[in-house]
């Protein structure tokens, strides 16, 4: 059978970028993590209800150099997704480059598993393309219903064989229900048995969904060998508001959005669990701040990096 070679020069744009993104050599989970020093960096969820060019031009001006991409003001509340094209994710990365940021996670929603498990391969396929057009090494994904659990994580396990031929790594965060501790992210590790699936840390998420009961300074000993990064996040109980309805009250009493520092965690006690396990480098990326207009982000995000900064003993 006769093949037919293309140039470059026959390539769309399109088609060029998609090829660059099939291209890239596989990179485990481990030495994505240990590539370098801790890579200091925040997500645009702070300021999810403004356009993510905002974000990333708060990022730069408080001093990060590394992005986290989740939330902005579009219609599915997401920057990249599986519905996003790969030219697309090209650009937002070229607006992070521009800036002096290079994109260290990505979160881009949920995938298509209650339609089928083909479907969701598919769109697991196409984030991960996207994670390579947009610049990131690191897709985490949350976890989903006790229903589609079986079906969600068989997904995850086919498409990370894709993703290593492409340099990506997968991770889970504890986000409630089957994965809201360490030791049910272990499980959840255990059961992919995929090199390039590893446990994306969130502190915050521990207390939270525990409602206070589980302390991440305990549960982060938990861990050992599964950390590839983490979601900086702190946490606060909520005082009880006896003027609302008992019907309307949330199941969670507590609070995620507020600065890291300012909260429960025991930061240094969860670094010291975690660098123990062997997260001796990789990506801690602020994930909240306290709430407020812009000029107050741009603070926070400032305190943030700075507080990373002195946790760490290095620079963003």
């Not at 196409?126 to 969600?152: F, P």
């Not at 508001?241 to 909260?263: C, H, I, W």
Request: proline share 4%; aromatic share 6%; hydrophobic share 40%.
């Amino acid at each position: 059978m006769k093949t037919t070679r293309i140039s470059p020069h026959q390539l769309t744009r399109r088609q060029f970028i998609t090829a660059a993104a099939l291209a890239i050599p596989a990179l485990r989970v481990s030495e994505a993590a240990s590539a370098g020093s801790y890579q200091i960096g925040c997500y645009t969820r702070p300021w999810g209800e403004h356009d993510w060019r905002v974000a990333l031009d708060a990022m730069a001006g408080a001093g990060f150099k590394h992005a986290g991409l989740m939330t902005t003001n579009t219609k599915d509340h997401l920057i990249i997704s599986a519905a996003t094209t790969v030219e697309e994710a090209h650009a937002v990365g070229k607006e992070c480059k521009k800036r002096g940021l290079k994109v260290a996670s990505l979160w881009g929603g949920g995938f298509a598993v209650a339609k089928s498990l083909e479907a969701g391969i598919a769109d697991l396929k196409r984030l991960i393309d996207n994670c390579v057009a947009c610049g990131t090494t690191q897709l985490m994904v949350g976890g989903t219903s006790e229903k589609l659990h079986d079906v969600y994580y068989k997904a995850v396990a086919e498409a990370c064989d894709y993703a290593a031929t492409k340099g990506v790594g997968l991770s889970v965060k504890p986000h409630g229900g089957s994965n809201s501790t360490g030791a049910q992210c272990r499980k959840i590790v255990e059961l992919v048995g995929k090199k390039n699936f590893g446990l994306w840390y969130d502190p915050g998420n521990i207390f939270f969904y525990s409602n206070g009961a589980l302390d991440p300074a305990k549960d982060s000993a938990e861990v050992n060998g599964l950390v590839v990064g983490m979601s900086v996040k702190d946490y606060r109980p909520m005082k009880e508001d006896p003027a609302v309805p008992a019907k309307k009250k949330s199941l969670y009493t507590g609070e995620v959005a507020l600065t890291p520092g300012t909260g429960k965690v025991n930061f240094k006690a969860v670094m010291a669990n975690l660098k123990k396990g062997g997260f001796t480098r990789g990506p801690l990326i602020v994930e909240c701040l306290e709430k407020g207009d812009l000029p107050a982000l741009a603070a926070e995000a400032k305190k943030a990096r700075m507080f990373l900064e002195k946790l760490t003993g290095q620079k963003a």
